[in-house]
């Protein structure tokens, strides 16, 4: 980032942006339900991971629902969190 830029920078913060939710899932093998879906999100925000990528909600009406519950059910919680922030909650999105 520029340094004469308007936006503050913290130097000493590694921000921790988790894709096992998304690309976890591709492994052969690997498929989670709703409800794993969910506590692998609380567990994370537990952790304080600070973005959590959900899902690519396009692919299928299960997959929208399963980051839809996250957003809702695990985005706004803030127990256990150093920074007392909650965790931002991001849906894989591409466009052509």
Do not use: H, W, Y
């Amino acid at each position: 980032m520029a340094e004469n830029s308007d936006v503050p920078v913290q130097k000493d913060k590694l921000i921790i942006f988790d894709t096992t939710l998304r690309d976890g899932e591709q492994s052969p093998g690997a498929t989670l339900n709703i409800e794993e879906k969910l506590e692998i999100a609380r567990q994370l925000s537990r952790l304080g991971v600070d973005i959590c990528e959900a899902g690519f909600p396009i692919a299928s009406p299960g997959d929208f629902e399963a980051v839809r519950r996250i957003a809702e059910e695990v985005g706004p919680l803030t127990e256990g969190r150093k920074d007392g922030q909650p965790m931002v909650i991001a849906g894989l999105a591409r466009a052509n």
